[in-house]
């Protein structure tokens, strides 16, 4: 058999034999591990009310009062905590950070507004506004905030469904996470899933 003809097969083989290891058995073993193992987390974390899918677990949103018209300005539901500012407007498709440096005038500016709006919003003194209800996160996707910005916003929250305050912050401890590994950051209030516990509770 000629060189070039053997060479050519042999590369045929390898291609044939890696396609169905990397491209079948490896693909098909990693699922099944991640069903078997992993169930919740391999479909999505998908959070439920009421048996409808109304989000993830791994994904901020926003919790925003319904638009009158395309052009009304998305204004947060005071009956819902609320995440971290975004970047992208929690679109799963626009992932990002806003690229703005900590020497930048509009991020400043953006600080500023968002620290007079949340103060205004969850009536409390603006030096008291965390710095997370304040900045994006990397991603603009994160679906955690401080337990502080949570704290603060368990008075509105309480006083706009009519439930008392110790009840929602019962619910704030319920859905702390704490540090990664034990050790790493700080502990974090998961809001999509403090929402559907709030949403429940009525």
């Given at each position: 058999?000629?060189t070039?003809?053997?060479?050519h097969?042999?590369?045929l083989?390898?291609?044939?034999?890696?396609?169905v290891?990397?491209?079948?058995?490896y693909?098909?073993?990693?699922?099944?591990v991640g069903?078997?193992?992993?169930?919740?987390?391999?479909?999505?974390?998908?959070?439920k009310?009421g048996?409808?899918?109304?989000?993830?677990?791994?994904?901020g949103?926003g919790?925003?009062?319904?638009?009158?018209?395309?052009?009304d300005p998305?204004?947060?539901?005071?009956?819902?905590f609320?995440?971290?500012?975004s970047?992208?407007g929690h679109?799963p498709?626009?992932s990002g950070?806003?690229?703005?440096?900590?020497n930048?005038g509009g991020?400043?500016?953006a600080?500023?507004?968002?620290?007079?709006?949340v103060?205004?919003?969850?009536?409390v003194?603006p030096?008291?506004?965390?710095?997370?209800?304040l900045?994006?996160?990397?991603?603009?996707?994160?679906?955690h905030i401080?337990v502080a910005?949570?704290?603060?916003?368990?008075?509105?929250?309480?006083?706009e469904r009519g439930?008392?305050?110790g009840?929602v912050n019962?619910?704030?401890?319920k859905?702390?996470?704490?540090?990664?590994?034990?050790f790493l950051g700080?502990p974090?209030v998961?809001?999509?899933t403090?929402?559907?516990a709030?949403?429940?509770?009525r």
């Open positions: 058999m000629p070039f003809l053997r060479t097969l042999t590369a083989r390898m291609l044939l034999v890696m396609t290891i990397l491209g079948i058995a693909p098909l073993l990693v699922t099944g069903q078997l193992a992993f169930t919740s987390e391999a479909n999505g974390s998908i959070v009310t048996g409808k899918e109304v989000g993830s677990s791994l994904l949103q919790f925003d009062l319904p638009k009158a018209n395309a052009d998305s204004q947060p539901d005071p009956k819902w609320q995440p971290r500012p970047a992208g679109d498709a626009a950070a806003s690229n703005l440096g900590p930048s991020l400043l500016k600080v500023e507004e968002r620290r007079a709006a103060a205004a919003f969850d009536g003194d030096a008291s506004v965390p710095a997370d209800a900045t994006a996160s990397g991603s603009g996707l994160d679906p401080s910005y949570a704290e603060e916003q368990a008075g509105r929250v309480a006083r439930l008392p305050v009840t019962q619910l704030i401890e859905h702390t996470d704490g540090r990664s590994l034990g700080q974090g998961n809001v999509v403090l929402n559907q709030v949403a429940e509770l």
